[in-house]
């Protein structure tokens, strides 16, 4: 007689759990074997030997009503994971991702150190054979000191191909337009080079994206005036360059530059930022905090559902505007997690048990 997986009991939304049993399936026939994989990623992470329930991980179980996530749109920006992309590798990191509910992936590069080299090609199928979809990757803007940087302006044509060759519909820089300084025209020198590798992807099929941390909403050390974002935003053809908000160090932002050098109050609303121009934001990084004005930021990095963040109502707002319930895709991430493993799961648990506010 078949038995319920540990990790699907207690899970109350239908949804989530056809998803995990199908996966549970996948992963089993996935290359390597799967008494290996759950055996090494046991040892990584001791709630998952004790068979912790995923629906127990975020805060509270699933309510009632519709579900703040879209399905199918929950991905994870895998430098979060890095550490265990490097000792356990790629395939045990897959695996414990589809367990934990995860539709999506986001790479911050190709190698998985102690586990051995892989082609671009058999990381695709790893992916794939997981139920992960590749969505995007994170790519150095530019080392103008060493003319070999796997970087947009030093490499162009080799980051582009190798993105295409995995088969990602996004290829983007964490990297901010600080190429040329602090000024206005030095954001718009790198809004014409963010234009030209925009139209490069374009021509493979991909949307070119740029990601932001605080300082990109900082204001022009020449125009005291002009925040820098917009001029990016400005400057840059929205048919080309997109943007992937990362929702922490927009409110991150909020807290640092709302006011101008000189006191003069300048708001900042980073969800008024999307409503503007939401189809030039497909992607999403779902970071946390807990506001704490002591520190620089404004907040303290936390697992998403431990911090202060309202993600129903950031979540819920977008896409529910007409039209978009699927046109944007949700990476969770932490620059520092404790245990990456566990922070996956209670994050992907938390946004799942999100329910739409009833009116």
Same mark, same amino acid.
């Given at each position: 007689?078949?038995?319920?997986?540990r990790?699907?009991?207690d899970v109350?939304?239908?949804?989530?759990?056809?998803?995990?049993?199908r996966?549970n399936?996948?992963?089993?026939a996935?290359?390597t074997?799967?008494?290996?994989l759950?055996?090494?990623?046991?040892?990584?992470?001791?709630?998952l030997a004790?068979?912790?329930d995923?629906?127990?991980?975020?805060k509270?179980?699933p309510?009632?009503g519709?579900?703040?996530?879209?399905?199918g749109?929950?991905g994870?920006q895998l430098?979060?994971?890095?550490?265990k992309?490097?000792t356990?590798?790629?395939?045990?990191?897959?695996?414990?991702?589809?367990l934990?509910g995860?539709?999506?992936?986001?790479?911050a590069?190709?190698?998985?150190?102690?586990?051995g080299?892989?082609?671009?090609?058999?990381l695709?199928?790893?992916a794939r054979?997981?139920g992960?979809?590749?969505?995007?990757?994170?790519v150095?803007?530019?080392?103008?000191?060493?003319?070999d940087?796997?970087?947009? *302006?030093?490499?162009?044509?080799?980051?582009?191909?190798?993105?295409?060759?995995l088969?990602?519909?996004?290829?983007?820089? *964490?990297?901010?337009?600080w190429r040329?300084?602090?000024?206005?025209?030095?954001?718009?020198?790198? *809004? $014409?080079?963010?234009n &030209?590798?925009?139209?490069?992807?374009k021509?493979r099929?991909?949307?070119?994206y740029?990601?932001?941390?605080a300082? $990109?909403?900082?204001?022009?050390?020449?125009?005291?005036?002009?925040?820098? =974002?917009?001029?990016?935003?400005?400057?840059?053809?929205?048919?080309?360059?997109?943007?992937?908000?990362d929702? =922490?160090w927009?409110?991150? *932002?909020?807290?640092?530059?709302?006011?101008r050098?000189?006191?003069?109050?300048?708001?900042?609303?980073?969800l008024?930022?999307?409503l503007?121009?939401?189809?030039?934001?497909?992607?999403? &990084?779902v970071k946390?905090?807990?506001?704490?004005?002591?520190t620089t930021?404004?907040?303290?990095?936390?697992?998403?559902?431990?911090?202060?963040?309202?993600?129903? &109502?950031?979540?819920?707002?977008?896409?529910?505007?007409?039209?978009?319930? =699927?046109?944007?895709?949700?990476?969770?991430?932490?620059?520092?997690?404790?245990?990456?493993?566990?922070?996956?799961?209670?994050?992907?648990?938390?946004?799942?048990?999100?329910?739409?506010?009833?009116h």
């Amino acid at each position: 007689m078949s038995r319920t997986p540990r990790h699907l009991r207690d899970v109350t939304d239908p949804e989530l759990s056809s998803r995990l049993s199908r996966r549970n399936m996948l992963g089993v026939a996935a290359g390597t074997g799967a008494a290996a994989l759950l055996a090494a990623a046991a040892s990584a992470s001791p709630a998952l030997a004790a068979g912790t329930d995923l629906a127990t991980q975020g805060k509270g179980r699933p309510g009632k009503g519709d579900p703040v996530l879209p399905p199918g749109r929950l991905g994870i920006q895998l430098y979060s994971l890095r550490d265990k992309v490097a000792t356990l590798g790629f395939a045990t990191v897959f695996k414990e991702l589809a367990l934990y509910g995860y539709d999506e992936i986001e790479f911050a590069g190709y190698t998985q150190g102690e586990a051995g080299p892989l082609t671009l090609r058999q990381l695709k199928r790893l992916a794939r054979d997981h139920g992960l979809k590749p969505i995007g990757s994170h790519v150095n803007y530019y080392d103008d000191n060493n003319p070999d940087a796997y970087s947009f *302006a030093q490499n162009l044509d080799k980051v582009l191909d190798e993105a295409a060759e995995l088969g990602l519909p996004h290829i983007g820089t *964490a990297s901010g337009p600080w190429r040329y300084g602090d000024t206005v025209d030095g954001w718009k020198r790198c *809004a $014409e080079e963010f234009n &030209h590798y925009g139209a490069e992807a374009k021509k493979r099929g991909m949307k070119f994206y740029q990601h932001n941390h605080a300082e $990109e909403f900082s204001f022009a050390s020449d125009r005291p005036d002009v925040r820098l =974002y917009d001029v990016l935003l400005a400057e840059t053809d929205p048919d080309l360059v997109h943007l992937e908000m990362d929702i =922490y160090w927009a409110y991150c *932002a909020q807290f640092r530059f709302s006011k101008r050098a000189d006191g003069t109050p300048d708001p900042l609303d980073p969800l008024a930022y999307v409503l503007k121009q939401p189809h030039r934001y497909p992607l999403f &990084h779902v970071k946390d905090g807990e506001h704490d004005e002591t520190t620089t930021d404004g907040y303290r990095m936390t697992d998403v559902g431990d911090g202060d963040i309202d993600y129903r &109502h950031f979540i819920s707002t977008v896409t529910g505007l007409r039209g978009h319930r =699927y046109a944007h895709h949700w990476q969770t991430e932490h620059d520092n997690p404790t245990d990456s493993l566990r922070f996956a799961r209670r994050s992907s648990a938390h946004l799942h048990s999100l329910r739409k506010k009833k009116h």
